[in-house]
């Protein structure tokens, strides 16, 4: 685990300060997330449109502060993104600190729609393709698993599609590496409905939680709602782990069952009884979607 710290730290470029206004030309605001903004600009050494994310600087302090007193620093989300290589992440191309004191991160620019949003109108696109929607979101967290980092905040709100509608994970904000000092009990962050019991308790974690986290986004994606009352606070939430799931047959009765049983799994209150690995919990999707339920005649 050392080695794998040491080596991140030691491969890292120079970071630089650069005047994003004498470089992008701003077009538009795009999105704003719990901690940066991003915009659609035109970089003006490459002629592309990326998107141009930048950290608020306050947030970002808090954030950090949180990880105090462990000897390896929590990477920032640019060093994490920048070495992300997979066709459902968002490429990041560059990061580094503003004239501002901003951290900085340009991507790709995907022109699609939000995950979230799919999930509230629950059209056609959203009802034909669900299953490989939740493949792709899959694989990305198994390849980010595989390099040995805890995502920390899979949500809808962190996926977009693009016009193909293909999946994009794209924040990597509350990244740390799935090391012993950073599993360690205390550090509860990550968007309340999403969290697993043991973060919310405050013990122990691991990549675990992802995949909690993942099934409460794939229970969303046919249900039209979480596996429990909605919470605006995460005090709300913590009444949630003494609370069994509503079980998914229940909203959606022709749910093929092995799909069902899948997200069920992964929403399982200990960790222990829920997939251990993001891969496993695919390969049952996967043979779902290589041998389709026929559908009932009625």
């Not at 992802?210 to 046919?222: K, L, N, Q």
């Not at 799931?245 to 997200?263: E, F, G, M, S, Y």
Request: with cysteine.
């Amino acid at each position: 685990m050392l080695e794998f710290l040491k080596k991140l730290f030691q491969s890292q470029p120079k970071v630089t300060r650069l005047d994003v206004t004498k470089r992008f030309q701003l077009v538009s605001r795009v999105g704003q997330g719990s901690m940066s903004k991003v915009w659609r600009a035109i970089d003006g050494r490459t002629g592309k449109t990326v998107a141009l994310k930048l950290l608020d600087i306050d947030k970002t302090k808090r954030l950090e502060s949180r990880f105090k007193g462990i000897k390896s620093p929590k990477p920032s989300e640019g060093e994490v993104a920048v070495k992300l290589n997979h066709p459902h992440i968002v490429k990041t191309y560059e990061f580094g600190i503003t004239t501002n004191n901003e951290q900085y991160l340009v991507m790709e620019f995907v022109e699609g729609v939000s995950l979230s949003f799919l999930v509230d109108v629950q059209n056609e696109v959203m009802k034909r393709n669900r299953l490989r929607f939740m493949i792709e979101l899959g694989e990305a967290i198994e390849y980010f698993h595989r390099q040995n980092w805890i995502h920390r905040d899979i949500c809808p709100r962190n996926v977009i599609l693009d016009e193909e509608y293909s999946i994009k994970l794209i924040d990597f904000g509350l990244v740390v590496p799935n090391t012993p000092e950073f599993q360690a009990p205390g550090n509860r962050t990550g968007t309340a409905n999403y969290m697993a019991p043991e973060l919310i308790k405050r013990q122990r974690t691991d990549q675990r939680i992802d995949i909690f986290s993942y099934a409460v986004t794939c229970y969303e994606m046919y249900a039209k709602k979480l596996p429990w009352e909605a919470a605006e606070t995460l005090d709300a939430v913590v009444q949630h782990i003494n609370t069994p799931p509503d079980d998914l047959r229940q909203h959606v009765p022709d749910i093929d069952p092995r799909i069902a049983d899948a997200i069920m799994k992964g929403l399982k209150v200990d960790p222990r009884d829920r997939w251990q690995s993001m891969g496993t919990m695919l390969e049952s999707l996967r043979e779902v979607q290589a041998s389709p339920a026929k559908p009932t005649r009625k």
